[in-house]
């Protein structure tokens, strides 16, 4: 593997672990993902955890 091969998947790896980081900690502050803009009822149910 040559070394532009690897610092792109380099960078691939960081763009997605910080995607899951930043997820999971806006999870455990209350945060939803939801694109509902606090009306769950259009959500199907995707919002129900936030309500807890």
């Known amino acids: 593997m040559d070394f532009a091969t690897f610092a792109v998947a380099a960078v691939i790896a960081v763009i997605f672990f910080a995607i899951i980081f930043v997820s999971v900690k806006n999870r455990k502050n209350g945060k939803s993902s939801c694109s ?7 959500c199907k149910g995707g919002c129900e955890y936030s309500k807890k």
């Open 36 to 42: 509902c803009s606090g009306g769950c009822s259009g």
